[in-house]
Structure formats: C-alpha cells, structure tokens
C-alpha cells in the first residue's frame, strides 16, 4: 500500500469530518463541470476543491456576489467603448496598407474556392519549400513587395508599420496609451470571471458542512491532510478580498502556499480585519484517481478494510451478462461460512432526506433482485447468502429506519439475512 493511501486512512478512520467529506460523491466533493444538454451531457470533476471561509447564504457572499457584478458591467462597457475606439483606426491603417491584397484574395475566393484551399494547404505542407513558397504567395497578392524574400525580411517590413512615428494613423502616443488600457480591461476580465467561478462553485468546501461539523473542524481537518500531504496549493490563483473596506480597497488575485489553518490569519493592510478568501489546492494524485472513480472512496475504503482483516476477496465480477457484482468475500459466522455479495452506492447527499431514502430504497431492491437470480447458479445455490448495501450515508437513524422498513415489509428469508450499512456500521472480525 502507498504511504499516501496509509496516511489517509489513518486519518479518515479516527476523524469523523474528514468521513463526512470523502464520502460525499465525487459530483460534490470536486469542482465538477457539466458540458452538453440535459439529454446528452457530460461531466467532469476536476482536482480542485476550494476552501473558503465566505458563509453560503450569508451578507457577505451577496457582497462578494454584487460586488463582482458590478465590476463585470463596468469592465464590459470600458473594454467595450476600447474596441469601438480602435475599429475605425484598424479599418483605416488596413484599408491604406493591404486593401488591394485582401480585395484580390477575396475575388480569388469566390471564383477558385477549393482549388485555392488546395494550394494554401499545399504551401503550408511543404517543409522544404513552405518559407519559399508562402512569400511567393504573399508577392503574388500584394501584402509584401517584391523585394522581400525571406520570414525574417517580413518581420522587418512589419515592425517598421508598427514603429511610432510622425504620420503613423495607427501607432501614435494616443492609441498607445488606450491600447494598454485595453490590455488591463482584459486581465481585470479574466481575473474577475475566474473569481466568478471560485464562488460559484458547486463546491467550496468549507460550506459543506455536516450537522456534526463546524467551522474550526473542517479547518483543523484541511490542516491535517495539507500536512499528511494528501492536499497541496493549487497551480490556479487565489481570491482575497476585504469585504470591511470600500469596494477595491484591498483585493488580491494570487498564488498562495499556505497551511489551510494560516489562512484565518490573513488581515486587511488597511483595517486589519480578516480578509474573505477563495483558496483552491489539490489532493493527492492517488486520492483523486480514488474519490473520481466509479465507486468513489467506499469501494476503496472496503477493500482496504478487507485487506487489513485478512479476507480473500474478488471484485467487479460479471454474471448471466447482465449482472455486475462489486465485490463477494466470505467470512465464518459460527459455524456457517457466508458468502457476501457487496454492491458499494454513493448517493448524492445534498438532496431532500424523503429522495435519498427512495434511492437507497432502489438500490436495495436491485441488489436483493440479483442475487435471488444468482441462487440459481452453481457455486452460490449451496452456499449461504448475504447480501450487503454499502453506502455513503453517515445518519446511521435512517439507514436503520430504511433496514426497518424493508424487513418489516418483506418476510422471505433473503430479505431477512441481507443488511444496509455504511462504513461505521461494517464491522468485520477476522
């Protein structure tokens, strides 16, 4: 076993909030984005998870919401207003310099079509000619005169259009100075959209808390595995912003390399106040190939459980083409030896308790379904049965309430002698 993987479930067996966390599914334990229609979509959980201590719900992430809104309107109208105040002078230095060159590659266009297609592509394909023969092309259209016979000689040709000077309707103090005012809209653009996205996140993780969880548990959890080194900073920036100040005071969109417990210590150089921030890192490769997997953490979690107590055990084995079995092990219960049929589930948690119960409920059903089906094949009609639902929910009240309820309305012996359980509930004895 890794000394990463050892690490971790150190920590996850002795550290309820860190159960509570890895057993979310991956859709809400990962930044998780969804691509394509409600028909035919497609999502993907990247190695991102955001700590931050912006309360959901709260004023301050209204604030943190308005507040970049408004930057957004302003940036838009200002980079809006930069782009109409170059497209004429654009218009105007082409119209001067390469009017008749785009005039005729556009007749050309309309009347060779492919044929034209054909020889562009030709040109670009041939290694040994394709300098040659691009300014040929080049000549034979007009954008470079017939002296010019090299790349390096249109480089030249190039920079002196773009050299200020006297006469130059294009690059003049004036479009200069606007120019790099445009360049900064445009940073101030990326940098704000990407904030966008920090918080509004289908995960920032202090946020998913547990009804057993706080605030200084999670931290205090997040300081442990940056330590254990199962998280580390990520390469993408960090948000801080003072939310105590007037809007702009102090905001800082950066790298940091920090212990997630050191970030509470962060204060505003302006009122020392603490700063609000959006912190993304990374776990663990081995971690996150883990938790993104089909059967996320809890088929992980078992094996390592069933490996530690010694039990010879098989997985993701296929039966009657339609039937997939996660993992069978047996294990002696007195004198009888059981064979138990495992089928792992990881729910979505953050869903209504009614709506988790029917799933759960599901689940139960297809797996008791399968296995009757099984008992009519050799190697399982002469054993004794167990089948056992593992999944990711914590509130051990409701899977009782769950067990209660199937067993109460069902009386036949398969029903009687399987279990749901989450990983608390699964006692193994070797």
């Not at 309707?169 to 920090?198: A, C, H, W």
């Not at 993780?205 to 595995?225: H, K, M, Q, W």
């Not at 993992?327 to 030896?337: A, I, K, N």
């Not at 309820?405 to 006692?427: A, F, G, T």
Request: charge should be neutral; aromatic fraction near 12%; include cysteine.
């Amino acid at each position: 076993m890794s000394l990463v993987r050892e690490k971790f479930y150190n920590l996850f067996w002795q550290d309820k909030t860190c159960q509570n966390l890895f057993l979310l599914s991956k859709e809400e334990l990962l930044e998780t984005s969804t691509f394509g229609t409600q028909q035919n979509s497609y999502s993907y959980s990247s190695n991102r998870i955001i700590i931050s201590n912006s309360a959901e719900g709260s004023g301050d992430s209204m604030t943190i919401k308005f507040r970049n809104e408004n930057t957004l309107i302003t940036l838009d109208k200002n980079l809006e207003e930069r782009i109409d105040y170059f497209k004429p002078i654009v218009e105007s230095f082409l119209d001067q310099n390469f009017k008749k060159a785009f005039d005729k590659l556009h007749h050309d266009m309309d009347h060779k079509g492919w044929s034209l297609v054909i020889k562009i592509v030709r040109l670009l394909t041939n290694e040994k000619r394709r300098e040659t023969n691009i300014v040929k092309f080049l000549q034979e259209y007009g954008f470079v005169g017939k002296h010019i016979n090299s790349f390096e000689e249109i480089e030249h040709y190039l920079e002196s259009k773009f050299i200020p000077q006297k006469g130059n309707s294009l690059v003049n103090e004036n479009n200069i100075k606007t120019f790099f005012e445009g360049i900064r809209f445009i940073k101030e653009l990326y940098v704000n959209n990407s904030y966008k996205k920090l918080y509004n996140s289908n995960q920032v993780l202090i946020n998913t808390l547990n009804s057993e969880d706080d605030f200084g548990s999670r931290i205090s959890l997040f300081a442990r595995l940056y330590e254990a080194g199962i998280i580390s900073p990520s390469k993408q920036d960090a948000i801080l912003e003072c939310f105590h100040c007037e809007p702009g005071t102090y905001k800082g969109f950066f790298q940091l390399k920090l212990n997630p417990i050191k970030l509470r210590e962060i204060k505003c150089p302006n009122c020392s106040k603490q700063l609000t921030y959006f912190v993304p890192y990374e776990l663990d490769e081995e971690i996150y190939q883990i938790v993104k997997a089909k059967d996320g953490l809890l088929m992980d979690a078992l094996v390592y459980q069933l490996a530690k107590h010694n039990f010879s055990f098989v997985l993701n084995q296929n039966y009657l083409s339609d039937i997939e079995i996660d993992c069978l092990f047996e294990s002696r219960v007195g004198d009888e030896q059981v064979l138990y049929i495992v089928e792992t589930k990881m729910f979505k948690l953050n869903t209504t308790q009614a709506r988790l119960k029917n799933k759960i409920k599901q689940g139960y059903g297809k797996l008791i379904a399968d296995v009757e089906r099984l008992l009519e094949l050799e190697g399982f009609n002469d054993k004794k049965l167990k089948p056992l639902l593992l999944v990711n929910v914590t509130d051990r009240n409701l899977i009782n309430e769950i067990r209660f309820e199937m067993k109460k309305s069902n009386p036949e012996m398969l029903h009687q002698d399987s279990e749901i359980v989450n990983l608390e509930l699964l006692k193994f004895s070797s």
